[in-house]
């Protein structure tokens, strides 16, 4: 099934610095969903949007719902070596019968 | 509270074999979903089940089946294994429908060689 564009697909960041990830599609989502996964972990759910245009945060992310519902980003502040991992998008559209995931974006913290 | 569990962890099996796979949601929790984890393919929803019946399924073959038991518990079965079928698989419980709340076990990596 069509699955969410999200990006970059990696990066390499240095203890400290912010980081900031984003995912678009085609269709509209009712909730858009934030996953870390660490390796072999299932996906941890980060934080959830229900409202387009809603702000939320958890510690030092944040995450918006995008007005159009076709978009959603994630911002880490003040990285630290324990973010390192893979974070995922996932929307849930108006029927709510299935999640679509991104990709993926790879997170490496440098100390 | 005890997560979500699946058995096994691990699994090599050859083409043409059957597997079948277990997880236990976290107690209380009705709804349990699976989903296909590949390096190329990304995370891809597989079926859902509510209350031992199957409530949506993605779009996967034929040979990928699941079932729920009365306890909750979920097993998902694939026949006639292809190389392609090499994969993380994952199973998430919720305690109703509501997909946003469900909670991901640690998986199976199933190869097939």
């Known amino acids: 099934g069509q699955q969410l564009n999200q990006s970059p697909q990696s990066m390499f960041i240095q203890e400290g610095e912010d980081v900031s990830m984003n995912c678009t599609s085609s269709s509209i989502f009712n909730t858009w969903l934030w996953y870390k996964q660490d390796p072999g972990e299932g996906p941890v759910l980060l934080i959830a949007?229900?409202?387009?245009?809603e702000l939320t945060s958890n510690g030092r992310l944040t995450a918006q719902f995008g007005i159009t519902r076709k978009d959603s980003f994630l911002n880490i502040s003040a990285s630290i070596p324990s973010d390192v991992g893979i974070y995922f998008c996932?929307?849930?559209?108006?029927?709510?019968?299935?999640?679509?995931f991104g990709a993926g974006t790879r997170l490496t913290v440098k100390p | 509270k005890a997560g979500v569990t699946q058995t096994p962890r691990y699994l090599i099996k050859t083409r043409g074999q059957q597997v079948t796979l277990s997880c236990s949601p976290i107690s209380g929790h009705r709804s349990v979903s699976w989903y296909q984890q590949t390096p190329g393919q990304g995370l891809q929803f597989l079926f859902e089940y509510f209350s031992e019946t199957q409530r949506n399924k993605g779009n996967f073959p034929g040979r990928f089946s699941g079932r729920q038991f009365s306890n909750s518990r979920s097993e998902m079965n694939v026949s006639t294994l292809e190389l392609g079928d090499s994969a993380l698989y994952l199973c998430?419980?919720?305690?109703?429908?509501?997909?946003?709340?469900?909670?991901f076990g640690p998986g199976t990596r199933l190869l097939v060689l």
């Open positions: 996932a929307g849930l559209a108006d029927n709510n019968n299935d999640m679509r």
């Open positions: 998430a419980s919720s305690l109703g429908l509501a997909q946003e709340t469900q909670y």
């Open positions: 949007l229900y409202k387009a245009g």
